[in-house]
């Protein structure tokens, strides 16, 4: 393959067919459109089509006109000859007309006699015209107009039939010499025949009736010839797209000095040669020319090659990834981009307060300037832009000592992410920009360590509980699939359920641990809104109460009248509750009482206050009940995961609040303030 790629005969031989295939093809497809305009298989000679006749027709309706205007005396075009006889006639050797178009003129004889004057009009010379009318029908070809009938032997212009010609409908006469000659054709009589003969010369006539001879007598070759050019065509096509460029013994694509030439240039020359090569295209299949066929050959090929060029050039250009840097265009934007780029810098970065005592006087210089041509509205356009251009600069390099500033600013609050992009920034403000990221990675360096302990912890809850994830689900959709079976041993379904049962609170766990990583490490995402604090406790009393009224739990709330709304994100809050309470469905003494109480304190704060009665002794610090996997009860034979209570201290600390846990006995206390 990589031969067939690199190969310069393939592609040589290639580049020789394209433009064979492309004639042939052209060639083809006018074969089938000149058949089907012109020919059927039952007219086998040129003679014998519409198109040969209306050619005729025309070259007649020409010479009528020429007449008509001799008449009348315009120009003359005729000269006056005498017979044997002693008849006088007008005689003209000339084809005038349509006839210059399409060499018909050439092959027709015609004798036109206008009946007014008897004055006789033809390109016949003759010593007795009258012979020459009565041998008018022997050569076949004849087209005669006498008395207003029509005896003709050409099928498509005889009586019946030319009504339906354009030719014929269009051709008349008015007064003014304008070309309508049907007017006035009765008045005179026509003799006029197709004399093959007399001519020794090739024409454009004889080029059409030659190629019409040969697309009738090879109806089937472009049938033939235009599917099998097509294809192998669009092969080579293919596979010079693939091959371009690839050249042996180099990598990559080999370009050359063609392909270093501005875009438009190539462009623009390509472009005026292929108009020069269709205007004289036109003509040939205007006139039908052998020496401007020859020329329109010749001219083809340096068509193609010019192509061929631009072709090659840009599938080369494309491969490499240049295509567009090749356009003079980018070379000149690239050029005024870099020239900006330069001033720019050489603005920023040579600031000082030397240079802006010249630069303040160079701007104050400029705009006098500017001023001073105040008539010419571009004048006064390009001050206004100046002015706008001096405004954004200074308004930029304020804001970079407003960056710092504000950097320096977070420091001394004691944040320690603090960095400002050096990059960005030039002379004495890259010097400042480099300290205050020194110095806030000396932060950063020595709360790391500090953090470092706690952020291994996070890190490893966080991975074991995403790598425990997938196979849990495993097992709980199993454990489905065994649950709808019709399993007969009660045994059996006893496992099952146990199974179902621990699976489902190890899944909790799960999403516990993640959760409680998220809250702790901060990495959440908070949609902070106003809150109406009572409604939401009550809602959530409503959802737990079936779970209190099994235990045995009593609610008793104490709320104020007013509404109380705290600034918080919904779905957290309800979280924090939701935990707090399932955390009393599980420990708090059956039958007993629990206490919500919220009120708004002097400094308008919001506090929640929730209280019941351990049903185990609470011999543990508050402070160890609020670490992750600890529980009250000191046991590992209930639901809860030991996280509850960290999640919801994590997620009130991340929404601005305080959270508290009190221990008096049995008696446990939550208090939390917005």
Not at 61 to 68: K, P, R, V
Not at 241 to 264: A, M, R, T
Not at 601 to 613: P, Q
Request: glycine residues 4%.
């Amino acid at each position: 393959m990589e031969n067939l790629k690199t190969s310069k005969a393939l592609k040589i031989i290639s580049y020789i067919l394209i433009p064979i295939l492309v004639a042939i093809i052209g060639l083809s497809i006018f074969h089938l459109a000149f058949l089907n305009e012109y020919g059927s298989v039952k007219e086998k000679r040129y003679e014998e089509t519409e198109m040969f006749a209306s050619d005729y027709l025309y070259f007649i309706m020409d010479q009528i006109s020429l007449c008509y205007q001799e008449e009348n005396n315009y120009d003359s075009y005729f000269m006056i000859v005498e017979d044997n006889n002693g008849n006088r006639y007008k005689y003209s050797n000339h084809n005038y007309g349509y006839s210059m178009h399409n060499g018909i003129g050439a092959y027709i004889d015609y004798i036109i006699i206008d009946k007014s004057t008897n004055e006789i009009y033809t390109n016949i010379r003759t010593n007795d015209y009258q012979k020459e009318i009565e041998n008018i029908k022997s050569l076949g070809n004849f087209w005669n107009y006498i008395d207003g009938n029509i005896d003709t032997d050409i099928n498509y212009i005889n009586q019946d039939n030319i009504i339906y010609n354009s030719v014929y409908q269009y051709a008349s006469s008015d007064d003014e010499g304008t070309y309508i000659v049907n007017k006035n054709i009765s008045g005179y009589d026509i003799y006029s025949r197709y004399n093959e003969s007399k001519v020794n010369q090739l024409t454009n006539f004889q080029l059409a009736k030659q190629m019409y001879n040969f697309a009738l007598n090879n109806q089937q070759l472009p049938i033939y010839l235009l599917p099998i050019s097509t294809i192998i065509l669009l092969v080579i096509s293919i596979y010079l797209l693939w091959s371009i460029g690839h050249e042996k013994g180099k990598d990559g694509i080999s370009l050359s000095s063609i392909d270093n030439i501005p875009y438009e240039i190539l462009l623009i020359f390509a472009f005026l040669f292929i108009t020069i090569f269709l205007t004289i295209l036109i003509q040939v299949l205007n006139f039908a020319n052998y020496i401007l066929l020859i020329f329109g050959c010749v001219l083809y090929v340096f068509c193609y090659l010019i192509c061929a060029i631009v072709g090659v050039t840009t599938i080369k250009r494309i491969k490499a990834k240049r295509f567009f840097k090749s356009f003079l265009l980018y070379s000149i934007w690239k050029w005024i981009k870099n020239k900006c780029k330069n001033i720019e810098k050489v603005i920023e970065t040579k600031i000082d307060n030397k240079k802006i005592f010249w630069y303040y006087w160079g701007y104050v210089l400029i705009s006098i300037i500017l001023a001073g041509f105040f008539y010419t509205g571009f004048a006064i356009i390009a001050l206004i832009v100046f002015w706008i251009w001096i405004y954004y600069k200074i308004k930029q390099y304020i804001k970079k000592q407003e960056d710092i500033k504000e950097a320096l600013k977070n420091i001394y609050n004691g944040k320690n992410n603090v960095h400002v992009n050096e990059e960005e920034l030039q002379g004495i403000l890259k010097e400042m920009a480099i300290y205050v990221n020194d110095i806030s990675g000396g932060f950063s360096n020595a709360i790391e360590e500090s953090l470092k302990s706690e952020r291994l912890k996070t890190e490893l809850i966080t991975n074991v509980s995403h790598d425990i994830k997938t196979p849990l689900t495993s097992i709980i959709n199993y454990v489905d699939l065994l649950k709808k079976e019709n399993i007969e041993n009660e045994k059996v379904k006893e496992y099952i359920d146990i199974l179902d049962k621990k699976s489902q609170r190890l899944k909790k766990l799960t999403e516990d641990l993640v959760e409680a990583s998220k809250a702790s490490s901060g990495n959440v995402k908070l949609n902070i809104e106003e809150i109406n604090i009572k409604e939401l406790i009550n809602q959530t009393i409503g959802e737990f109460k079936d779970k209190f009224e099994e235990k045995g739990l009593t609610i008793e709330t104490t709320m104020p009248e007013q509404e109380l709304v705290i600034k918080a994100d919904n779905r957290y809050i309800y979280r924090i509750i939701e935990n707090l309470f399932s955390n009393i469905t599980k420990y708090a003494q059956e039958n007993s009482r629990v206490y919500i109480d919220i009120e708004k304190n002097k400094e308008s704060k919001v506090k929640i206050s929730i209280k019941n009665i351990s049903k185990e002794k609470l011999n543990i610090s508050s402070d160890e009940l609020m670490q992750r996997f600890v529980r009250g009860d000191k046991s590992r034979y209930t639901e809860g995961s030991g996280l509850g209570l960290s999640i919801a201290k994590s997620l009130t600390e991340l929404q601005k609040g305080k959270f508290d846990i009190k221990i008096d006995g049995d008696l446990f206390r939550v208090d939390m303030e917005w």
